[in-house]
Structures are given as C-alpha cells and as structure tokens.
C-alpha cells in the first residue's frame, strides 16, 4: 500500500507531490493532458495588486515559502526556473502616481513598492507618467518546472500518464483502490478539470480563460515586465508574452480570434515599434467565487482530498496550499478556515 494518490500534475500536482517526496511518503500521480493552465501560466510571482495596489493575500508568507520551494526544485531536477524579473506598473496619470506614493507608506505595502516615479527611457514604449516598480518579482518557468517533474517521476516509476477513470475508484474506510493501486489517500489535483470529478463538483469553481499572444519584436529592447492594461513580458531573444485576458465564457483550452485582436489592440496603445505575431496559447484558471483555493477532505469520504482553486495566482500558492493540505491529513493540524473547503458545505453540498 502507497501513502498517496495524486489525480493532476500541475502546480498543484507537482507542490503536493514534493511536499511528499521531502517528507519521504509514497504516491504516484495520475495525470492527463486536458487540461494546461501551469502550462501556458506567464509565471510571474507578484505580491501586489496591480490594479488597486494592494497586497494580494497573504502574500508575504507565501512568497517567504515558494521562494525557496522553487529554488530547491532548481537544484533536485537540475534547471533554472526562478527569473528574477522586475514589474513595471505603467502610470496612466497624475492621480495615479500619487495612489501609488499613499500605498507605498502602507506598512504592509511597503517592502514591496519602490517609491521612486521611474521614467521611461525606451524610445518604443509610450510611458509619459512612467512607472511605479514593484520589488520583490520574477518568474518561475512553470513548463520547465511541470516537464521536468514529470521525467522526474516517470524515472522514479510514479507517473501514470492517463485519464483517471472514476469508474476504477474503490473507497473502503482505511484505504482506497484504483485499478492495482492499493493508498491510503487520494489528492484531487485536476485544476479546473473539478468539473469531471464526481466527488468535488458541487465546489464553485467558475473557471476564467487567459490568452497570451507571443510577439517578436526586434528594436523594443526592454528587459522588465511592463504592467499597462496587459502585460508585457520579455521571453528572451527579442520574444514577448501579451497578456493575459480574463474570460469567464468559451472555456476552452482553445486561442481564439477574438482575445488577439483585444490583446494586440490593448499592445498597440503602448507601443510604437513593429512586431510579428509568432504563437497564441490559451488555458483556463480554477477560479473560485470567493477568489480563495480550495483545500481540504470530502465531507463523507475521509480519505478523499482536494488540492484546487490557486485562481490567478498558482505560482505563490501552490507551495503554501500543499502544505496546509498535508498538515492537516498527516499531523491533523486545521487549514485556514478561507481556503477549507468545508466553507461551501452548507451551500452546495447538503442542499
Ligand atoms: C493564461 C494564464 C496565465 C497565467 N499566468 C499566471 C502567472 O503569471 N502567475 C501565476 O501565479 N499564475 C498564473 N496563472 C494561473 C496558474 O496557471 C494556475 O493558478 C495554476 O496553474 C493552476 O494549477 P493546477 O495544478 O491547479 O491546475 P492545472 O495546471 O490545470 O493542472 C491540472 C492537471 O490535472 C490534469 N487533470 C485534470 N483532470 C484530470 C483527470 N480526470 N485525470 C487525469 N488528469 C487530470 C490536467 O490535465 C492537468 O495536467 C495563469 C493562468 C492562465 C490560464
């Protein structure tokens, strides 16, 4: 019998499963390809708001956790993943410079917003109030991490790369069986793929599709994030990632037309250089309605469990949401009572 079996292989997937691997538990992971968010996520890790300049909850603690959480990940499998990457929040006026100065006093703000005004100084960007720095940025490259997690696994013989068959799930008091996998538990881990999950359907899961467009873009030049009404993200060899939109309808892994000419038309208001469009990804954020992850047991199946909901924000979650999850099933220590999904049982379980 194996400790664990995990149903997804994305960041949350990938969180949990080397949350385990530290603590010397056994597990396999099944997962599949339908979906792909932490595969076309721009991986940016920003403790801010950038439309309101406030804190993004909990932030601070979470950055204080995935940090080193992913630079262990760059030494066990060997690649960078961690990008230090300033983010630019470009000004659309005076009152908003001066939004930003009030939220840079904030105790908690702070530490994360530079309370210079920085001017533009690249002749292709259109930037007449400048922009506000966040500190503390970058961006882990969540497809090199999920590939490389994944040879990791497929080496260690803890990969079964199918679609879990609900059918094959056998749930007895202490243990679980699927197909020959005798565990002791089983982590849902499907992103929004919660909406195929007999168990954890009823949970508010919206879903919110982002497109990113890539651009070449030879004489833009410039080497920081640039936050506008989209972001623009420098890819390395004259290469930018535009985006993303948030959609709540169409949700489908699906680029479409509509979400390009948006995207560039909101690129065009800002800069002035030629680019090439090169390539356009689609995927879907598990958004919940109250904008919080979703951790916790089934409310009847005991050893059932839910790793879901990191919305917009997987890249600093993931870690922290991994380790309220096993807390709680090894030590029985109680996960927040914002993430738990015991919040929605009245509303959507028992009705
Ligand atoms: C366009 C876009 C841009 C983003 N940018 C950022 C960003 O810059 N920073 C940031 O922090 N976050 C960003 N995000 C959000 C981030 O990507 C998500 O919060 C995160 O990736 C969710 O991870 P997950 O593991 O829960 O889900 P997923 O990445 O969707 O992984 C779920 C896995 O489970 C598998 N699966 C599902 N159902 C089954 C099944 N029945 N059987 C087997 N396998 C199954 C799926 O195929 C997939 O491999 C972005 C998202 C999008 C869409």
């Given at each position: 019998?194996?400790?664990?079996?995990?149903?997804?292989?994305?960041?949350?997937?990938?969180?949990?499963?080397?949350?385990?691997?530290?603590?010397?538990?056994?597990?396999?992971?099944?997962?599949?390809?339908?979906?792909?968010?932490?595969?076309?996520?721009?991986?940016?890790?920003?403790?801010?708001?950038?439309?309101?300049?406030?804190?993004?909850?909990?932030?601070?603690?979470?950055?204080?956790?995935?940090?080193?959480?992913?630079?262990?990940?760059?030494?066990?499998?060997?690649?960078?993943?961690?990008?230090?990457?300033?983010?630019?929040?470009?000004?659309?006026?005076?009152?908003?410079?001066?939004?930003?100065?009030?939220?840079?006093?904030?105790?908690?703000?702070?530490?994360?917003?530079?309370?210079?005004?920085?001017?533009?100084?690249?002749?292709?960007?259109?930037?007449?109030?400048?922009?506000?720095?966040?500190?503390?940025?970058?961006?882990?490259?969540?497809?090199?991490l999920i590939q490389a997690y994944k040879e990791h696994l497929v080496g260690q013989n803890c990969l079964l790369p199918e679609t879990f068959d609900f059918k094959a799930l056998r749930?007895?008091?202490?243990?679980?069986?699927?197909?020959?996998?005798?565990?002791?538990?089983?982590?849902?881990?499907?992103?929004?793929?919660?909406?195929?999950?007999?168990?954890?359907?009823?949970?508010?899961?919206?879903?919110?599709?982002?497109?990113?467009?890539?651009?070449?873009?030879?004489?833009?030049?410039?080497?920081?994030?640039?936050?506008?009404?989209?972001?623009?993200?420098?890819?390395?060899?004259?290469?930018y990632r535009i985006g993303a939109n948030y959609d709540r309808n169409g949700l489908s892994n699906k680029p479409t037309g509509k979400a390009k000419t948006e995207l560039l038309a909101?690129?065009?208001?800002?800069?002035?250089?030629?680019?090439?469009?090169?390539?356009?990804?689609?995927?879907?954020?598990?958004?919940?309605?109250d904008r919080r992850p979703l951790i916790g047991q089934h409310p009847k199946h005991k050893n059932l469990y839910l790793l879901n909901g990191f919305g917009s924000r997987g890249v600093?979650?993931?870690?922290?949401?991994?380790?309220?999850?096993?807390?709680?099933?090894?030590?029985?220590?109680?996960?927040?009572?914002?993430?738990?999904?015991?919040?929605?049982?009245?509303?959507?379980?028992?009705?």
């Open positions: 019998m194996i400790d664990y079996l995990i149903v997804g292989l994305g960041l949350a997937g990938v969180s949990f499963s080397e949350t385990l691997q530290q603590n010397q538990k056994t597990f396999k992971v099944v997962s599949d390809e339908s979906q792909n968010s932490s595969l076309v996520a721009g991986g940016l890790y920003n403790p801010v708001i950038l439309k309101r300049f406030t804190l993004a909850w909990k932030a601070k603690e979470q950055l204080d956790l995935a940090l080193p959480f992913y630079n262990g990940l760059e030494k066990k499998l060997s690649v960078q993943l961690n990008y230090k990457l300033p983010v630019l929040r470009r000004f659309v006026s005076v009152e908003e410079q001066n939004l930003w100065f009030e939220a840079s006093d904030k105790t908690d703000l702070g530490e994360f917003l530079s309370t210079d005004i920085h001017q533009n100084t690249n002749p292709n960007i259109d930037a007449p109030f400048g922009y506000g720095e966040v500190l503390g940025t970058g961006k882990i490259d969540t497809k090199k749930c007895e008091t202490n243990f679980l069986e699927y197909k020959s996998i005798k565990a002791k538990n089983i982590v849902f881990a499907e992103g929004f793929g919660i909406k195929n999950n007999p168990y954890f359907k009823y949970l508010p899961v919206h879903g919110n599709k982002g497109e990113y467009v890539f651009i070449k873009a030879q004489n833009l030049k410039e080497k920081d994030a640039i936050k506008a009404s989209i972001f623009c993200i420098p890819e390395g060899d004259d290469m909101a690129l065009d208001r800002f800069i002035k250089c030629d680019y090439e469009v090169m390539d356009h990804i689609a995927g879907i954020r598990p958004t919940v309605v600093l979650i993931a870690p922290y949401a991994a380790q309220q999850l096993y807390h709680l099933i090894e030590n029985g220590m109680a996960v927040d009572q914002q993430l738990d999904i015991s919040r929605f049982i009245k509303k959507y379980y028992e009705d």
